[in-house]
């Protein structure tokens, strides 16, 4: 399974780093301003290459004369981040020339042990193209010229990072997955228990547990057999809504726990029972259902509540208005502190990971869904009554089919949404993300 590269921009401040960010990530979501040091904070986000995808984070301006409180924390934030990077692009005005500033920080740069690319911006500007010579003295390799404004010179930009953030070839899923093992992924939002819950499913106080939020920084494996199988357990990192991501570890934290996402057939999304389920919390689920992920949704903290079987209503109803995705996912309600309901879990985690990769039959599977076109057919397209002829898997780990009709176009959400439940209702894929795809048939 491939791992997402991350690149990091550096720079001083008002050289158009978010500008960039913004570009590169066809997004609006980095804050744009003439002032400098608007950029605060560290910004992530995902940007599209012919060659995949990279994660992308926006720094702050970096200063090295401490004349401000903040210089010290961004520099920090910075630091932090260039330890996940494999590759920074080193910001620089090529309006304004070569500044003693970027030569401190260049100075800094190379003392971090990772690649780095000199990008001279503003190239649309006169004569910036010829001035971009001057930034060879930083000794850094030739400068890429480019508009992060009006997007000129973007190609030549991936291009010189290629070398670094190459991915190969996607394998498939279902070869590198260990049948004996299912990689869980622990993720929430911070402070909802998730390293409790991890001491107390591998019954050892191998990791932090502190109340204070975000403690845990990094990311701890933790392997434990039982019958025969394995349960690989990822405690990830608390994931934040990235705007509110204002501390360098935090920011940090974000991308080792979409990493971990990577890496996980399973996710145990934890909510806190006493705050109930809010709209983080479906932001970090929808990060897992959108990476084909199983999902068990966890409830903890279930000994502070008394009124049990009113809560549990409450709790059905937020889960169909707020987690739709997760309306067929098992649900748990459980105590870390305690312990109290945690060995429901490995039964759970072992069916989810096993349904996850089976192959069904091709016998079954057309017979599954000739009966459900045929209970319920789609809207007839134009004149043509909608006719179904054969149905293929095509992926497992997460499971994926192909229905072969005369239709020219798929019918509309809701019966797709139909063959999906049906599905996952008749081969037992309860909080497994499957996807339905109608082919017409090739003439």
Same mark, same amino acid.
């Given at each position: 399974?491939?791992?997402?590269? &991350?690149?990091?921009? &550096?720079?001083?401040?008002n050289?158009?780093?978010?500008?960039l960010?913004?570009?590169?990530?066809?997004?609006?979501?980095? =804050?744009v301003?003439?002032?400098?040091?608007?950029t605060r904070?560290?910004?992530?986000? #995902?940007?599209a290459?012919?060659?995949? &995808?990279?994660?992308?984070?926006?720094?702050?301006? !970096?200063?090295?004369?401490?004349s401000?409180?903040? !210089?010290?924390?961004?520099?920090?934030?910075?630091?932090?981040?260039l330890?996940e990077a494999?590759?920074v692009?080193?910001? =620089?005005?090529?309006?304004?020339g070569?500044?003693?500033?970027?030569?401190?920080?260049a100075?800094?740069?190379?003392?971090?042990n990772?690649?780095?690319i000199p990008?001279?911006?503003?190239?649309?500007?006169?004569?910036?193209?010829? %001035?971009?010579?001057?930034?060879?003295?930083?000794?850094?390799?030739d400068?890429?010229?480019?508009?992060?404004?009006?997007?000129?010179?973007?190609?030549?930009?991936?291009?010189?990072?290629?070398?670094y953030?190459? %991915?190969p070839?996607?394998?498939?899923e279902?070869?590198?997955?260990?049948p004996?093992?299912?990689?869980?992924a622990?993720?929430?939002?911070p402070n909802?228990?998730?390293?409790?819950?991890?001491?107390?499913?591998i019954?050892d106080?191998?990791?932090?547990?502190?109340? &204070?939020?975000?403690?845990?920084?990094?990311?701890?494996?933790?392997? =434990?057999?039982?019958?025969?199988?394995?349960?690989?357990?990822? #405690?990830?990192?608390?994931?934040?809504?990235?705007?509110?991501?204002?501390?360098?570890?935090?920011v940090?934290s974000?991308?080792?726990?979409?990493? %971990?996402?990577?890496?996980?057939?399973?996710?145990?999304? !934890?909510?806190?029972?006493?705050?109930?389920?809010?709209?983080?919390d479906?932001?970090?689920?929808?990060?897992?259902?959108?990476?084909?992920?199983?999902?068990?949704?966890?409830?903890?903290?279930? #000994?502070l509540i008394?009124d049990?079987?009113?809560?549990?209503?409450e709790?059905?109803?937020?889960?169909?208005?707020? =987690?739709?995705?997760?309306?067929?996912?098992?649900?748990l309600?459980?105590?870390?502190?305690?312990?109290?309901?945690?060995?429901?879990?490995f039964?759970?985690?072992?069916?989810?990971?096993?349904?996850?990769?089976?192959?069904?039959?091709?016998?079954?599977? +057309?017979?599954?869904l000739?009966?459900?076109w045929?209970?319920?057919?789609p809207?007839?397209?134009g004149r043509?009554?909608?006719?179904?002829?054969?149905?293929?898997?095509?992926?497992?780990?997460?499971?994926?089919?192909?229905?072969?009709?005369n239709? +020219? %176009?798929?019918p509309?959400?809701?019966?797709?949404r139909y063959?999906? +439940?049906?599905?996952?209702?008749?081969?037992?894929?309860?909080?497994?993300?499957?996807?339905?795809?109608?082919?017409?048939?090739?003439?």
């Amino acid at each position: 399974m491939r791992r997402q590269p &991350v690149v990091v921009i &550096v720079g001083r401040p008002n050289v158009g780093k978010s500008t960039l960010f913004n570009r590169l990530t066809k997004s609006r979501r980095a =804050l744009v301003h003439d002032l400098p040091g608007v950029t605060r904070d560290r910004i992530i986000g #995902d940007a599209a290459y012919h060659g995949g &995808v990279v994660t992308l984070i926006d720094t702050g301006g !970096l200063l090295f004369d401490d004349s401000d409180d903040f !210089l010290p924390l961004i520099r920090s934030q910075a630091d932090m981040a260039l330890r996940e990077a494999d590759a920074v692009l080193f910001l =620089l005005d090529g309006y304004s020339g070569l500044m003693p500033e970027d030569e401190e920080i260049a100075a800094w740069l190379r003392s971090q042990n990772v690649p780095v690319i000199p990008v001279v911006n503003k190239g649309d500007r006169g004569g910036v193209e010829v %001035q971009a010579s001057e930034f060879y003295s930083l000794g850094m390799g030739d400068p890429v010229v480019v508009s992060a404004e009006h997007g000129m010179g973007l190609a030549e930009l991936w291009d010189a990072l290629e070398e670094y953030i190459r %991915q190969p070839e996607i394998e498939d899923e279902e070869d590198e997955a260990d049948p004996k093992e299912a990689r869980i992924a622990i993720i929430g939002r911070p402070n909802v228990g998730k390293s409790s819950l991890l001491n107390r499913l591998i019954g050892d106080e191998r990791v932090l547990v502190s109340n &204070v939020p975000g403690t845990t920084r990094d990311s701890v494996d933790a392997v =434990l057999t039982q019958d025969g199988f394995r349960y690989r357990f990822v #405690d990830t990192a608390g994931i934040r809504r990235k705007g509110k991501t204002e501390k360098g570890p935090e920011v940090l934290s974000v991308v080792m726990a979409r990493r %971990q996402l990577e890496r996980a057939h399973l996710c145990l999304l !934890l909510v806190d029972a006493v705050e109930g389920i809010t709209n983080q919390d479906a932001h970090i689920g929808g990060y897992a259902w959108e990476g084909g992920r199983g999902l068990i949704l966890i409830v903890n903290k279930w #000994d502070l509540i008394e009124d049990r079987a009113r809560m549990r209503a409450e709790f059905e109803d937020m889960v169909a208005r707020q =987690l739709k995705f997760m309306r067929h996912s098992p649900v748990l309600y459980l105590s870390a502190l305690t312990g109290k309901g945690v060995r429901k879990l490995f039964p759970i985690m072992r069916r989810m990971h096993e349904a996850r990769g089976r192959k069904v039959p091709t016998s079954d599977l +057309n017979r599954l869904l000739s009966e459900a076109w045929e209970r319920r057919p789609p809207p007839v397209q134009g004149r043509k009554e909608p006719r179904f002829y054969y149905a293929t898997q095509v992926q497992s780990s997460p499971p994926a089919f192909v229905l072969f009709t005369n239709l +020219n %176009q798929e019918p509309h959400f809701s019966y797709m949404r139909y063959l999906e +439940n049906t599905l996952r209702v008749q081969l037992g894929l309860e909080g497994i993300p499957i996807r339905v795809m109608i082919r017409g048939r090739k003439k």
